[in-house]
């Protein structure tokens, strides 16, 4: 079956600190995997794709990495600001069909001053 | 780029009541979706469309939920008659093709009562 599961459901971080977020799947065949930040309110705002062959991709203070054998992946965030504050969420593409898109639940980070 | 656009922002309606939402997607964007989100969810297809066309439509429930893109262009998601468990956020989101990145709206927050 095809499964997208984030951990933790959620976690509050002191500003300034660093934190990582997990998703693991088993969605196969794999084409790809992006992490989405959602703001409260707003709708998901993508941040990475990764593809079988990336292992890290960063966009400044977010870095994704990829596990393809064991099917991890994790978002790292780095020196949190406030605004990190929202609902980041992991999608991976599967590489056949038309509904071919699994979301995981969500990691609800909130970042306190 | 004039991003996904949705109205209402926020509907609040009584069990039994219809609702209609409104969705443009992206100038040139071939592939919309509906999502269904509910609080604490990652977001669940209702339907996808390429042009005025459904793609999937198979977590639709059809009994109550309809949708249609007539030009190809804005869409329509209606609810007749809502139920309780209808409330949540629905997301449209549009892509340029099938496999594309996802753009999304900032969805409509429908409260059933």
């Known amino acids: 079956k095809n499964q997208v599961e984030q951990s933790p459901q959620s976690l509050i971080i002191l500003e300034g600190k660093n934190c990582t977020l997990q998703c693991n799947y088993t969605v196969s065949p794999f084409s790809n995997l992006r992490w989405y930040k959602q703001d409260t309110g707003r709708g998901p705002v993508s941040l990475t794709i990764m593809t079988f062959s990336e292992n890290t991709k960063s966009n400044g203070r977010y870095t994704a990495t990829l596990d393809a054998d064991t099917k991890q992946s994790s978002l790292h965030i780095t020196a949190s600001q406030l605004s990190d504050s929202a609902s980041y969420i992991c999608?991976?593409?599967?590489?056949?069909?038309?509904?071919?898109?699994?979301f995981g639940t969500g990691t609800r980070l909130t970042v306190i001053p | 780029e004039a991003g996904v656009a949705q109205s209402p922002r926020y509907k609040i309606i009584e069990k039994r009541q219809s609702v209609a939402f409104w969705c443009n997607p992206i100038?040139?964007?071939?592939?919309l979706y509906w999502y269904q989100q509910i609080l604490g969810q990652g977001p669940k297809l209702l339907i996808q469309?390429?042009?005025?066309?459904?793609?999937?439509d198979s977590q639709l429930p059809k009994d109550r939920f309809s949708a249609e893109r007539l030009k190809g262009v804005d869409s329509t998601l209606k609810i007749q008659p809502a139920k309780l468990e209808d409330s949540a956020v629905y997301l449209c989101?549009?892509?340029?093709?099938?496999?594309?990145?996802?753009?999304f709206g900032n969805g409509t927050r429908l409260t059933v009562t």
């Open positions: 100038s040139g964007h071939a592939t």
């Open positions: 999608v991976v593409r599967k590489g056949s069909g038309a509904n071919n898109l699994f």
């Open positions: 469309f390429q042009n005025n066309g459904v793609v999937d």
């Open positions: 989101a549009s892509s340029s093709q099938l496999n594309s990145p996802l753009h």
